[in-house]
Structure formats: C-alpha cells, structure tokens
C-alpha cells in the first residue's frame, strides 16, 4: 500500500511511528516508508495483528453508541490516533447530534490530521496533552470548555495504556481520571493481553520494534487490565476480547484463541 505524500515540515518520518504504524494495519493512507517496514516486521510474527486493530475499531464504536444510547453525551478520547473511518464524535453523533467529544493526542501528526478533519465539526475539539499528565488534561481550558465534569463522561483509553510503561504508573494515572469522574461516567478500554502471547523470541522482536519506534510496548495479564476498572462496574459481557465485546456479527476476522487485545466498559459506581 503506498503511504501518503511529503511530510510536513518538522515530521519525523525516519523513526517509526505508533500511530501511523496502526493507520497501516487498519488499511489507512497516513503512513510512511518507516512505518510500513516496521509494521510489516510486527505482521510476519503476528499475522493477526491487523485483525485486532480491525477488531478494537469495532470495539470502540460498539461501546461509544452503547456510551450514547444509556444517555453519556460527554467523550474523552485519550491518545486517539490518526483519523479513520467511524471516529468517535461520527458514532455518537448518529444517536446524539449534541453529544460533546474532546480528542487529546500529544503527538504533532495527530494533532495536525485532526486538525483537517474537525475545522468544520460542531461540538468537538482537539487537545494536544500527554495522558501521563492527567492533572493538565482535566485542567485544559480546552476540555473545559466543552466537558463538564459534573456530569456523566466517557473516557476512551483504547489501545493506549500498553503504551505506558509500569514505571510511569498508569493505574494512578486512570485512578485519577477515575475520581474526576462522576458515577454514571464510564471507561471504555482496550489493552494488550500478555496471556496468549507469540512465541517467546518473537515477542523479544516485537518489543524491539517498537522500542525503535515513538514508543515502547507492554502487554499485560488480564488480571492486570482488569485492575484498570477498580472503581467501576464492568458492563455486560466483562472484560473479553476486543472483537467479543456486544458483537453484532461474525465479520470480524479473528482467531478466538488468540487474545491479544481484551476490552470492556466500566460504570463509575460511586
């Protein structure tokens, strides 16, 4: 697949990139020569690679209209990535024309393609944070001019934390969001899952390829993730593959014994 045009100016398109290394694994066109090679690395020790994000794509558009349809017209979509078909305010805004989505992403690509694609959207806007600081988030005049936090919100941290390393502490980083949540907020999030990994050589490698790229990767047990929802309530059918999750059809290309990426949606309780 050819990758889209020059750079602009001040993109490193050198060093692999996150980002646009999934844009290449849904299909997408904002990738470079660098991204592709390194995905491409990732594909041969992971054939299913491109399933699962097919698969957590479908996840999060499932669970955002499940979000709308029980009322949440707030969304917070943390670490978002590149634009690609069904974001999240398109989803929401087909069952609540005013539901409200602010996207925050820190990387410079992002911020510029989200740019393009929500000069002429209503009720969205894009903040360029890091979620490894949640107190500048919540903070940002940018969110606050569109989220109220006294009332319900959604949070999105969809295949985000296995980008932050243990050292760095995500589970403070989501308590955090957590208590700035409201009960009947919820948290829709995917995460990579360390119990049915690849062989043990090839997931050295795929850690060595994105150690090389923007940024590095860690999978983690799905008694680890669940941990991401103490303070909340899991929503029906729990924490399950990402393709598993209220799907409403068997086109999703997926192999079942192969849980790589497990998501759910959880409701703030109290």
Avoid at 16 to 22: D, F, S, W
Avoid at 46 to 67: K, S
């Amino acid at each position: 697949m050819e990758g889209q045009g020059p750079a602009p100016e001040g993109v490193d398109v050198t060093t692999p990139n996150v980002a646009r290394m999934y844009d290449y694994y849904l299909g997408g066109k904002d990738n470079y020569a660098a991204d592709r090679a390194a995905a491409e690395q990732v594909i041969a020790m992971v054939p299913e690679i491109t399933a699962i994000a097919q698969a957590n794509r479908g996840f999060l558009g499932r669970a955002v209209r499940h979000a709308a349809e029980s009322g949440i017209r707030q969304f917070i979509d943390l670490g978002t990535g590149l634009p690609t078909q069904d974001n999240v305010h398109e989803v929401a805004h087909r069952v609540a024309p005013d539901a409200r989505v602010v996207y925050i992403d820190y990387d410079p690509v992002v911020i510029a393609h989200g740019e393009a694609l929500l000069a002429t959207t209503d009720n969205v806007r894009l903040l360029q944070a890091d979620l490894r600081r949640p107190d500048d988030i919540l903070a940002s005049p940018v969110l606050r001019s569109l989220i109220d936090l006294d009332q319900p919100v959604a949070v999105l941290l969809a295949a985000i934390l296995h980008f932050v390393p243990d050292e760095e502490d995500p589970y403070a980083l989501v308590g955090r969001l957590r208590d700035a949540m409201v009960p009947g907020s919820m948290l829709i999030l995917s995460h990579g899952c360390a119990d049915d990994q690849p062989a043990a050589e090839d997931e050295a490698d795929i850690r060595d390829v994105y150690r090389s790229a923007t940024s590095p990767i860690l999978a983690r047990s799905r008694a680890e993730i669940a941990r991401f929802f103490d303070g909340f309530e899991l929503e029906e059918p729990g924490l399950v593959p990402a393709a598993d999750w209220r799907q409403v059809s068997a086109d999703t290309p997926f192999t079942p014994n192969r849980s790589l990426l497990m998501a759910g949606v959880g409701r703030r309780t109290g």
